[in-house]
């Protein structure tokens, strides 16, 4: 069984909507929960990281978690083009992270 | 400027001709390791380190190995490459265990083993 689920996609949304990427996590000792970004060819980079049930924002990301139903999701509202990149959900159960397989996001201007 | 730096960033070999990836860090980070990026799979850690001297299996070490004399390098070791070892490989760096949220990626090495 995978630690993290992603959905592959690709996920479409026009500009100006919201975006939303969803993630399973399969250890109930998951503590740590991530958000990366990662364009094609680059390396990730971190956007977002949540600890506690709830929502966090910052900025147009919002970072969503749900332990009880192992549960991590990002919302970005008012999508760019600049978005367009693959979403790497990643949790850390004990001291490694565990990524899932990304989602393809594409913003359609 | 704080970084992560790979060399190569690319690089075409043969099966088993031995071959090192080299990673250095300029934020005196302890802890370092090493992943390797394959589609439908995503990033899976094959190696990482917590400081000097003491390294660890990750999920995916069979076929490489790593040193840590220094704090600021960590090398990728591959003895005998075979063509499954064709991959993005990345490192990345943090302060330590706890210093999860500033975890830095370098900018990935492409391989290819033919």
């Known amino acids: 069984q995978k630690e993290v689920e992603q959905n592959s996609g690709p996920l479409s949304v026009p500009e100006g909507a919201i975006a939303s990427l969803n993630c399973t996590y399969s250890?109930?000792?998951?503590?740590?929960f991530f958000w990366y970004r990662q364009y094609s060819g680059k390396s990730p980079e971190l956007i977002m990281f949540?600890?506690?049930?709830g929502d966090k924002e910052d900025g147009r990301f919002t970072a969503q978690l749900n332990k009880a139903s192992q549960y991590v999701s990002l919302l970005i509202r008012d999508s760019q083009p600049s978005d367009s990149a693959t979403y790497l959900c990643a949790v850390i159960p004990g001291n490694q992270f565990y990524f899932g397989t990304g989602t393809s996001l594409t913003v359609i201007p | 400027e704080a970084q992560v730096t790979q060399n190569p960033r690319y690089l075409i070999t043969v099966t088993g001709k031995k071959l090192t990836v080299t990673c250095s860090q300029n934020?005196?980070?302890?802890?370092m390791s090493w992943y390797r990026q394959d589609p439908g799979l995503g990033l899976r850690q094959i190696y990482y380190s917590m400081n000097v001297e003491v390294t660890d299996k990750g999920d995916v070490p069979e076929g490489y190995k790593v040193s840590r004399k220094e704090k600021r390098n960590f090398p990728l070791i591959l003895e005998s490459p075979s063509p499954n070892q064709t991959s993005l490989y990345f490192c990345?760096?943090?302060?330590?265990?706890?210093?999860?949220?500033?975890?830095?990626f370098g900018p990935g090495t492409r391989l290819l083993v033919l």
């Open positions: 949540i600890y506690s049930n």
């Open positions: 934020m005196n980070h302890e802890y």
């Open positions: 990345a760096s943090r302060p330590g265990l706890a210093g999860v949220e500033t975890q830095y």
């Open positions: 250890d109930r000792g998951s503590q740590s």
